[in-house]
């Protein structure tokens, strides 16, 4: 049964990573899907009909609006507006449109019909300190516009010292350009604070697995959730972001427990099958992300605070205080949980529960209470690492499912059940993902993730740590 279970996970997770494709992966560049659909009704499309007017009315002729827009918002790594920058569109190397951002950072541009377009600006109109985030992130090529679409356009800014787009950022300017040691130097620390806050996430994951055998499909949602709980506390509440920061642990936490109580708990108790569960995973992780939708938007925001800061030059490599801690914040996350499980009685519980169930049942073990706690511990992790996650890159209501299936990834590399085995297999899944945009677009760096995990599923199904099990 566990090995069809892997090979249902294995299948479902690589059909569900083409539909993962459009989200923009860490460090890539804009994301240009995150526009709104405008309407276009059948009174707008008729010709003008000359009708008689009241006498007391004036006859205005409203200048009809283009059907299809191209549109967004210029803000600074501080989260200010730019204004005064030309945005210009093209197509086919023509110029469609242009205009200038206003007093709030926004701009918006008619388009003559739907198409593929490019759309830039002059990074020299960018104010003092401010550069592209990546190099040629100034233009935006392939923006693809639907019928009756206002597509929205999303341009990643930094902090000179951070961004590598112009002279000035990255490697400075006049520099002679990284070399190749650096370069690797750089995507292995990238790789690892990526990887860390993958594990701290998968860790909740595969507890869940070994204390009830569930593929919780919806531990993703808890990442996001616990990101827009932040996102509300701090950026549109009065806290500050680590208090936000605690308040969304404890509100992923109390739903990871809500859920246990209300539909995992009885499920067991009806001898619910595994494949039944997975499948109600699945529902419950669908309505989770859509009220995330409701609630948030669709649309990309960032926390007010932590985000304009200078990189320290360490050498080989450059990394901003706010990654520094959140990579140690991660690892001291991972040991705390590695002293638990070792060290207390509901870590060695846990452990035993993981074993053999049935044992501990008869040692006098409350199972019932630890997997409580599992889900509490994993939901937990699962809201800070969705914190983490939205400082580094961006708070969408996708992102859960995005570091899912990297989660699921590193759990089956380092072992099904074993936390350790998580943590070990999630840090090689932020590595590879990170060292294979050296030679790959980093479009494709997703991929190669999920590939190790096909190849450890073909030669090594127990993973790195796991241990072999007899079926039937």
């Known amino acids: ?66 059907a299809e827009l191209l549109r967004g918002t210029l803000r600074g790594p501080d989260r200010q507006p730019l204004s005064g920058l030309t945005i210009t569109v093209t197509r086919d190397g023509e110029e469609v449109g242009s205009t200038v951002t206003d007093d709030q950072g926004q701009w918006e541009v008619g388009l003559p019909g739907p198409g593929t377009y490019a759309v830039g600006y002059d990074p020299a109109e960018l104010p003092e300190g401010v550069v592209p985030r990546e190099e040629g992130g100034e233009q935006l090529q392939g923006v693809v516009v639907r019928p009756g679409a206002a597509q929205g356009v999303i341009f990643q800014l930094a902090g000179d010292g951070e961004g ?32 860390a806050i993958i594990a701290i996430t998968s ?32 950026t ?24 246990e ?56 490599v450059r990394i901003t205080p706010r990654d520094l801690v959140i990579t140690v914040l991660a690892f001291l996350v991972m040991v705390l949980v590695a002293v638990m499980l070792q060290r207390t009685r509901t870590g060695k519980a846990m452990r035993a529960v993981n074993d053999n169930q049935d044992l501990a049942r008869a040692s006098g073990i409350d199972v019932e209470r630890v997997v409580m706690v599992v889900w509490l511990v994993g939901g937990g992790l699962a809201g800070l690492g969705g914190v983490l996650y939205g400082l580094t890159q961006a708070i969408y209501p996708e992102m ?43 479009s ?17 199904p127990q993973g790195i740590l796991g241990r072999r099990e007899r079926i039937g």
């Not at 590399?413 to 060292?435: F, P, T």
Request: glycine share 14%; charged share 10%; hydrophobic share 55%.
């Open 444 to 460: 494709l760096q997703f991929m190669w993730a999920l590939l190790a995990m096909i190849l450890v599923l073909l030669f090594r």
């Open 1 to 66: 049964m566990l090995a069809r279970l892997v090979g249902l996970l294995a299948a479902l997770t690589i059909a569900l990573s083409w539909g993962a494709v459009a989200v923009a992966a860490p460090g890539a560049g804009p994301v240009t899907g995150a526009g709104d659909t405008a309407p276009v009704t059948t009174a707008s499309m008729l010709p003008l009909q000359q009708t008689e007017a009241p006498d007391d009315a004036e006859e205005t002729q409203q200048p009809e609006e283009p």
């Open 261 to 316: 109580l209300s539909v995992w708990r009885p499920m067991r108790r009806r001898s619910t099958g595994l494949i039944q569960m997975f499948i109600v995973a699945i529902g419950l992780s669908l309505v989770l992300r859509h009220l995330v939708l409701v609630v948030f938007g669709s649309r990309r925001r960032q926390y007010d605070e932590f985000t304009l800061q200078p990189a320290w030059d360490l050498g080989l």
């Open 203 to 234: 860790v909740g994951l595969s507890l869940v697995f070994g204390t009830t055998r569930l593929i919780n499909f919806a531990h993703g949602e808890f990442v996001t959730i616990g990101a827009v709980v932040a996102f509300f506390a701090s």
């Open 236 to 259: 549109g509440g009065p806290l500050p972001l680590v208090l936000g920061a605690v308040v969304a642990i404890a509100f992923a936490a109390a739903l990871a427990g809500g859920l």
């Open 400 to 442: 859960g499912f995005t570091l899912l299936l990297l989660m699921f990834a590193g759990v089956i590399l380092g072992g099904i059940g074993s936390a350790y085995g998580a943590m070990i297999g999630s840090l090689a899944i932020g590595v590879i993902s990170q060292l294979s945009t050296l030679w790959f677009p980093a």
């Open 164 to 195: 590598e787009g112009v002279p000035g950022g990255g490697s400075g300017a006049g520099a002679a350009g990284p070399t190749l040691l650096s370069k690797v130097a750089q995507l292995l620390v990238e790789g690892i604070k990526f990887g």
